[in-house]
């Protein structure tokens, strides 16, 4: 039922994208020209009179009529395609493939008994309400530069991330897209880069009611927050989706920055095991609430720490018991770092995270976990760049024996790239200790045996 959902769905867009693309190119069919640059909305200069090609037919032959010229129908925004006219209907034809009589399938008409005497073209007054956002904002938006690419929709918030050039048009754009996009009250703007402790944006609000806790659905799983105070990418929604897939129930997941819950709430009510943290308090918060909105309080633990700290107590923890008192191979084990800008820096809380002698009794066959560490790359082979940076930061090379992958998750800017790289732990990398841990490992040493004698004196 799904697969045939999203094929609906496809269909819809395939269809919506195919007549947009047709009326833009028909220039009678667009905004009037003097929109072009208009900052401060104003809807009523959108008004214009066109010559449309239209059938007129007998009431009694419209659904007869109707399937000879499906693709010949003009489809706008709230038009009505056929309507009363006196005692017959009204069809209205698309003028770009309808230049005249012979344009349509006469043949076919002419035994429906619709002839060319049926056939007129009349004025049709179109305005503001015939345009969908993406028709309105092209015909204002400065040719010369880029336009409006993208948005992201967060139950009733729309979030933009504007360039500088498109700053002046924000408050139309706003309106406009506050206007058209269904359900929608709230438009902001990103208002600056992700640099504070918690990785929330700083929203500037450009247009409608500045209400922030939203509701939305990730993949048929209800989610509920303050967007304002937490992050939340709706782009992720497929990357979500792809590792939970991975999971099977009596798996377990440790999540180490889990946000609201993306990874870890549908994970849990799959029935694995869940360790989920996050530093804010506020995403801490609404985890907890999501946790119980789902119910599936009985199989998450969520601990509000930094991301170190959870690493080298709680995931150190509950591993270790684990690995000596279970056997590994009946499920999977994984961890997701998924804090892209930062992640790769807490790699290093793996290496020595055990001493020898606490993993010296296990099995041969123990299974170790996966992490999933998710990281941006800027430049050219990003792929490679990636990879660098991950075993820079573990202080170890991933050969085949403990590389899983390395995933493409999306483009983030111009040579700017996110991914998920995925490999193995090893009782090597867990009772190993980087070399600069040793040698700050040492110093430490020292610095305490100067001070002891400096005591003792």
Same mark, same amino acid.
């Given at each position: 039922?799904?697969?045939?959902?999203?094929?609906?769905?496809?269909?819809?867009?395939?269809?919506?994208?195919?007549?947009?693309?047709?009326?833009? /190119?028909?220039?009678?069919?667009?905004?009037?020209?003097?929109?072009?640059?208009?900052?401060?909305?104003?809807?009523?200069?959108?008004?214009?009179?066109?010559?449309?090609?239209?059938?007129?037919?007998?009431?009694?032959?419209?659904?007869?009529?109707?399937? @000879?010229?499906?693709?010949?129908?003009?489809?706008?925004?709230?038009?009505?395609?056929?309507?009363?006219?006196? *005692?017959?209907?009204?069809?209205?034809?698309?003028?770009?493939?309808? %230049?005249?009589?012979?344009?349509?399938?006469?043949?076919?008409?002419?035994?429906?008994?619709?002839?060319?005497?049926?056939?007129?073209?009349?004025?049709?007054?179109?305005?503001?309400?015939?345009?969908?956002?993406?028709?309105?904002?092209?015909?204002?938006?400065?040719?010369?530069?880029?336009?409006? !690419?993208?948005?992201?929709?967060?139950?009733?918030?729309?979030?933009?991330?504007l360039r500088d050039h498109l700053l002046p048009y924000k408050q139309l754009i706003g309106q406009v897209l506050r206007d058209k996009l269904p359900n929608?009250?709230?438009?902001?703007? *990103?208002?600056?880069?992700?640099?504070?402790?918690?990785?929330?944006?700083?929203?500037?609000?450009?247009?409608? #009611?500045?209400?922030?806790?939203?509701?939305?659905?990730?993949?048929?799983?209800?989610?509920?927050? /303050?967007?304002?105070?937490?992050?939340?990418?709706?782009?992720?929604?497929?990357?979500?989706?792809?590792?939970?897939?991975?999971?099977?129930?009596?798996?377990?997941?440790?999540?180490?920055?889990?946000?609201?819950?993306?990874?870890?709430?549908?994970?849990?009510?799959?029935?694995?095991?869940?360790?989920?943290?996050?530093?804010?308090?506020?995403?801490?918060?609404?985890?907890?609430?999501?946790?119980?909105?789902? %119910?599936?309080?009985?199989?998450?633990?969520?601990?509000?720490?930094?991301?170190?700290?959870?690493?080298?107590?709680? @995931?150190?923890?509950?591993?270790? %018991?684990?690995?000596? !008192?279970?056997?590994?191979?009946?499920?999977?084990?994984?961890?997701?770092?998924?804090?892209?800008?930062?992640?790769?820096?807490?790699? #290093?809380?793996?290496?020595?995270?055990?001493?020898?002698?606490?993993?010296?009794?296990?099995?041969?066959?123990?299974?170790?976990?996966?992490?999933?560490?998710?990281?941006?790359? *800027?430049?050219? +082979?990003? *792929?490679?760049?990636?990879?660098?940076?991950?075993?820079?930061?573990?202080?170890?090379?991933? #050969?085949?024996?403990?590389?899983?992958?390395? +995933?493409?998750?999306?483009?983030?800017?111009? +040579?700017? /790239?996110?991914?998920?790289?995925?490999?193995?732990?090893?009782?090597?990398? @867990?009772? !190993?200790?980087?070399?600069?841990?040793?040698?700050?490992?040492?110093?430490?040493?020292?610095?305490?045996?100067?001070?002891?004698?400096?005591?003792?004196?």
């Amino acid at each position: 039922m799904l697969m045939v959902s999203r094929l609906k769905d496809l269909t819809i867009i395939t269809n919506r994208l195919r007549h947009y693309f047709r009326n833009m /190119d028909a220039k009678e069919l667009q905004p009037p020209s003097s929109v072009r640059g208009m900052q401060e909305l104003q809807r009523e200069q959108f008004r214009k009179s066109v010559q449309v090609p239209r059938l007129q037919v007998p009431e009694s032959q419209v659904q007869r009529v109707m399937p @000879l010229v499906k693709k010949f129908l003009l489809k706008m925004e709230h038009l009505h395609l056929v309507k009363a006219v006196d *005692k017959s209907r009204e069809i209205l034809l698309h003028p770009t493939p309808v %230049k005249n009589w012979e344009s349509l399938p006469t043949e076919e008409l002419q035994r429906q008994e619709v002839t060319v005497e049926n056939f007129s073209f009349a004025e049709l007054e179109l305005s503001y309400e015939n345009w969908s956002a993406n028709e309105i904002l092209k015909s204002v938006l400065p040719t010369e530069e880029e336009g409006l !690419t993208s948005y992201s929709r967060i139950g009733h918030i729309a979030h933009l991330n504007l360039r500088d050039h498109l700053l002046p048009y924000k408050q139309l754009i706003g309106q406009v897209l506050r206007d058209k996009l269904p359900n929608c009250r709230t438009v902001v703007n *990103k208002a600056s880069t992700i640099d504070n402790t918690y990785r929330n944006f700083q929203l500037e609000l450009i247009c409608g #009611d500045a209400e922030y806790q939203v509701e939305t659905k990730e993949n048929g799983v209800p989610f509920e927050f /303050d967007f304002s105070k937490v992050y939340w990418n709706p782009r992720l929604s497929t990357e979500h989706e792809r590792i939970v897939k991975m999971l099977k129930s009596d798996d377990v997941l440790y999540d180490v920055f889990a946000g609201v819950g993306p990874f870890s709430v549908p994970a849990a009510k799959k029935r694995c095991h869940v360790l989920a943290n996050d530093l804010n308090p506020e995403s801490f918060r609404w985890l907890q609430h999501n946790a119980k909105r789902n %119910k599936c309080l009985p199989n998450i633990q969520m601990f509000n720490k930094d991301g170190r700290q959870f690493i080298v107590e709680e @995931l150190r923890e509950d591993l270790l %018991k684990r690995l000596r !008192t279970t056997d590994t191979t009946t499920y999977a084990i994984h961890i997701t770092m998924n804090l892209p800008a930062m992640a790769v820096e807490f790699l #290093d809380a793996f290496r020595g995270l055990y001493r020898a002698e606490d993993l010296a009794q296990l099995p041969e066959n123990v299974c170790y976990p996966t992490v999933h560490v998710y990281s941006f790359a *800027k430049g050219e +082979n990003t *792929k490679e760049l990636v990879r660098q940076l991950v075993e820079s930061n573990l202080g170890a090379s991933l #050969d085949d024996s403990l590389l899983q992958g390395i +995933n493409f998750v999306r483009n983030v800017a111009p +040579n700017k /790239d996110m991914y998920r790289v995925s490999f193995k732990l090893s009782l090597k990398l @867990l009772t !190993t200790l980087k070399e600069v841990e040793i040698t700050r490992k040492r110093y430490a040493e020292e610095e305490l045996e100067v001070a002891t004698k400096v005591k003792c004196v």
